[in-house]
T-cell receptor, first 112, second 115 residues
Framework: GNSVTQMEGPVTLSEEAFLTINCTYTATGYPSLFWYVQYPGEGLQLLLKATKADDKGSNKGFEATYRKETTSFHLEKGSVQVSDSAVYFCALQNQGAQKLVFGQGTRLTINP | DAGVTQSPTHLIKTRGQHVTLRCSPISGHKSVSWYQQVLGQGPQFIFQYYEKEERGRGNFPDRFSARQFPNYSSELNVNALLLGDSALYLC??????????????FGPGTRLTVL
């Protein structure tokens, strides 16, 4: 079946550090891949997405590249800020279906 | 434009009771999906409705049911509540049932606590 595995957290970094959160997936066909972010006490916000192999999604300084050969969609940011502290979820969506399959989430804390 | 709205924000129930959660999608969106997010985990898919018909169901017991109304709003009903039903219930809307490039937008969620 379809599944998403994220690097275990929590992750704690200093402000301006480089961020990588690993995400790998198992799926049939060619899914779309997403990163959602959840700030404390809030619902999920779409951060970025990629719909086919080698696509790069980007938003607010975050980037992730759809790598079919390694079935990965790692999230990166060159210089994190305190305001980036949140829980990050990697997710996939198969073609022809609305269902999102989420990873377990990675809690990120950025210290000033 | 208003995003996805959900009500109530918080809810406390006791075991065995019934609960109804409500969701209004973004204007123009015809698809609504429901997810359960237990503390410390990723959201789990419960249902998807499109044009008032159920189009997808996750691995949840029959105590969970839902429906969609002509204005595309939706209700999630849970009967015979168990302690394990305590979670954040998220609603997501999208334009339609076509999938892969049809991004889902989430509401703020309803926090259900079962005592």
């Amino acid at each position: 079946g379809n599944s998403v595995t994220q690097m275990e957290g929590p992750v704690t970094l200093s402000e301006e550090a480089f961020l990588t959160i690993n995400c790998t997936y198992t799926a049939t066909g060619y899914p779309s891949l997403f990163w959602y972010v959840q700030y404390p006490g809030e619902g999920l916000q779409l951060l970025l997405k990629a719909t086919k192999a080698d696509d790069k999604g980007s938003n607010k300084g975050f980037e992730a590249t759809y790598r079919k050969e390694t079935t990965s969609f790692h999230l990166e940011k060159g210089s994190v800020q305190v305001s980036d502290s949140a829980v990050y979820f990697c997710a996939l969506q198969n073609q022809g279906a609305q269902k999102l399959v989420f990873g377990q989430g990675t809690r990120l804390t950025i210290n000033p | 434009d208003a995003g996805v709205t959900q009500s109530p924000t918080h809810l406390i129930k006791t075991r065995g009771q019934h609960v109804t959660l409500r969701c209004s999608p973004i204007s123009g969106h015809k698809s609504v999906s429901w997810y359960q997010q237990v503390l410390g985990q990723g959201p789990q898919f419960i249902f998807q409705y499109y044009e008032k018909e159920e189009r997808g169901r996750g691995n949840f017991p029959d105590r969970f049911s839902a429906r969609q109304f002509p204005n595309y709003s939706s209700e999630l009903n849970v009967n015979a509540l168990l302690l394990g039903d305590s979670a954040l219930y998220l609603c997501a809307s999208s334009f339609g049932a076509t999938g892969s490039t049809d991004t889902q937008y989430f509401g703020p969620g309803t926090r259900l606590t079962v005592l």
